[in-house]
């Protein structure tokens, strides 16, 4: 091809992909994840049956293949001298591309084993595993059998050494596959007898990954949740609950702080085969994300409010979005005030503006909405007068604020947009402190103000006096 | 101070910014939007096994492409091993909502795209849509930066050769 037909392709090229990828519309997505109800773990039959199973252990019973739902090659939880699945179970399933085996020592030698995960073949990869290696002190098999979430893409996490007893456990992640935010939990597998056998949790609730609700949190709008977390330090398993709860809304929003200080707890594996918890004190994240102990003093990073935005647009002119979803917004005053907005798709949307003297912010509020136009409206005139927009489709609607907290400015309250697209609302209580508020979209025509924390100014008026009170 | 509502660190601040665009890439990818959306859920999911990478945002975002586009090659992978009885150049027709909206122009690269190897399809798609320099693509898929080169130049020829036999079967 000359250099002419190479640029004619790419641009032609360019074009078509543009075009595709633009035939998916913000309203073609399908609905995002909702917040649910986390289902306490120790209801779930799987941890009953692995409970079970590591009671047997102690009679000396050895069972596994455990799994939610009964199939044929399953052993009963039935007490026997000694229970046993055959060996063959899963000896015929494939090990994935996309699985990587882990690399521990299980049997104490100071030599390696390497397990292989072997993914029983369903339609929806929820099969089970099948976890087998050769360990170097006999050259025997070793296998055990795990229900993961999925079997696309096995791997291990860090090993750890739970019992102290010199030999390292193997550590399988259980990822929720009901969306982000839903908590996931490791699953630990200890050698016993030549198999892997999965170890019982004494406090399930607190090894989690994720968001979980506080009793008692849910409102009409936002659910208050707490953040989990669980690492691995120095051959060890630690888990982490926050302190304090934060807010949880619909559409994948929430105003968890950017750190927060939580109780730790290790988890040790006792003789029963049942992970229990120690605590392990006071953890906090750093700014990086790392977990340290706490510090005198430590606590959740505060919410951060600033700068404001102050750049608008009035009746007659208009301004262009290049970042994101691109639009063109224009005031237009003939008569009853009108938004007119152009999106880089084409479409042309336009809304009346039911504020006196109207500004457009130029900061789009990308923490309301993102996958669209989206614009904050102001009066030159009023400061208590706030209207939010954002793109429905072919549509653009008011976003009606809900809930408990008013979107204006007054004696006792204070909203702005920041420079980041937040709008806060801060309320005003006792001793000059004030609670903090983000809105975020709960529909396509309303919006609530989540809780955000405490914090003092010492002046209002300017966000950068914000500090702790 | 931190750094504001955890979204700038939050996987579901991710979700909220970045589903759309990486839905549109992985639709380049596996044609259609049922599969795109698969992908990219399963792309969040593969986030969410590593916490590590979800408190770093830019790593987080380079992540999600990178699973996107390792998970479009297994969908397409797992859908080509379903359909094996298949003509090796049948690339089944396009949606109705191609169809009906993308301008023939446009359709007619989009179908010759298809026709490429997966390695091909992605270097031009991460290239010329994802606006992705050489050495990004190159870590993006775990390739030199002289394999890019090489496999956009050969993807562009052939591009430009299935063009041409679209051309000829649509004058037939």
Not at chain 1, 86 to 113: F, H, K, N, T, Y
Not at chain 1, 189 to 214: C, I, K, W, Y
Not at chain 1, 356 to 384: H, N
């Amino acid at each position: 091809m000359s250099t002419d037909d190479v640029m004619d392709l790419e641009d032609r090229l360019r074009a078509a992909l543009a075009a595709r990828a633009e035939l998916v519309r913000p309203e073609d997505l399908g609905p995002v994840a909702p917040v649910v109800p986390l289902r306490p773990r120790w209801r779930s039959p799987w941890v009953l049956l692995a409970t079970a199973a590591a009671v047997l252990l102690v009679l000396g019973v050895v069972l596994q293949g455990l799994a939610p739902d009964p199939r044929s090659d399953d052993v009963a939880p039935e007490p026997g001298p000694q229970v046993e699945l055959p060996q063959d179970v899963g000896r015929d399933w494939q090990v994935r591309s996309d699985s990587s085996p882990a690399v521990l020592d299980l049997d104490g030698d100071g030599v390696d084993e390497t397990v292989r995960f072997r993914a029983e073949e369903t339609k929806d990869f929820d099969g089970r595993i099948r976890l087998e290696t050769t360990l170097s002190t006999t050259g025997e098999d070793a296998y055990g059998v795990a229900r993961l979430s999925t079997t696309i893409g096995t791997y291990a996490r860090d090993p750890i050494d739970a019992d102290g007893d010199g030999d390292q456990e193997l550590v399988l992640p259980f990822d929720s596959m009901g969306g982000p935010g839903e908590p996931s939990y490791p699953m630990v597998f200890d050698l016993r007898d030549g198999l892997l056998v999965q170890a019982a949790v004494s406090d399930p609730e607190l090894l989690l990954m994720g968001n979980t609700p506080v009793d008692g949190g849910r409102t009409p709008y936002y659910e208050l949740v707490r953040s989990q977390t669980y690492w691995f330090e120095d051959g060890s398993l630690y888990s982490g609950r926050s302190v304090n709860a934060f807010a949880e809304g619909p559409n994948m929003t929430a105003t968890r702080p950017a750190s927060m200080v939580f109780d730790a707890w290790r988890w040790v594996l006792d003789a029963e085969g049942v992970l229990r918890p120690q605590d392990a004190g006071c953890v906090a994240e750093t700014p990086r994300g790392a977990i340290r102990p706490c510090e005198p003093g430590a606590r959740d990073a505060l919410p951060v409010l600033g700068p404001e935005a102050t750049e608008f647009f009035g009746p007659g002119e208009e301004f262009r979005w290049t970042e994101g979803y691109r639009y063109v917004a224009r005031l237009e005053q003939q008569g009853e005030p009108t938004l007119v907005v152009q999106g880089g798709d084409g479409r042309t949307l336009e809304h009346p503006i039911d504020v006196a003297d109207p500004r457009v912010m130029t900061t789009q509020p990308t923490r309301i909405f993102y996958d669209g136009a989206s614009v904050v409206v102001r009066s030159a005139t009023d400061p208590a007068v706030f209207q939010v927009l954002a793109q429905d489709g072919d549509a653009l609607r008011e976003l009606a604020p809900v809930g408990d907290v008013p979107l204006t400015t007054d004696a006792s309250h204070r909203t702005w947009l920041t420079t980041d697209g937040a709008l806060v609302t801060v309320v005003a209580e006792d001793d000059a402190r004030w609670r903090a508020y983000f809105w975020a979209m709960v529909s396509s025509t309303e919006m609530v103000a989540l809780p955000a924390g405490e914090v003092c100014f010492a002046d209002v008026t300017d966000t950068s006096t914000a500090r702790d009170c | 101070m931190g750094t504001g509502v955890e979204a700038s660190v939050d996987i579901t601040e991710l979700y909220a910014a970045h589903r759309l665009a990486l839905v549109r890439l992985a639709v380049l990818l596996v044609d259609d939007l049922a599969s795109a959306e698969d992908v990219v859920q399963d792309a969040f999911a593969a986030l969410a096994r590593r916490p590590e990478a979800v408190r770093d945002p830019s790593r987080a975002l380079a992540y999600l492409r990178v699973s996107v586009v390792n998970t479009a090659r297994s969908a397409l992978r797992r859908r080509r091993t379903a359909r094996a009885y298949a003509p090796p150049r049948d690339t089944g027709p396009p949606s109705p909502e191609e169809s009906a909206v993308l301008a023939e122009e446009h359709r007619e690269v989009i179908v010759a795209l298809r026709r490429l190897a997966p390695r091909q399809r992605e270097v031009l798609v991460l290239r010329y849509w994802s606006n992705l320099t050489e050495a990004e693509i190159a870590a993006a898929l775990d390739i030199s930066q002289g394999t890019v080169k090489s496999t956009a130049s050969r993807a562009l020829v052939a591009l430009q050769k299935s063009l041409r036999e679209i051309e000829g079967e649509e004058e037939r």
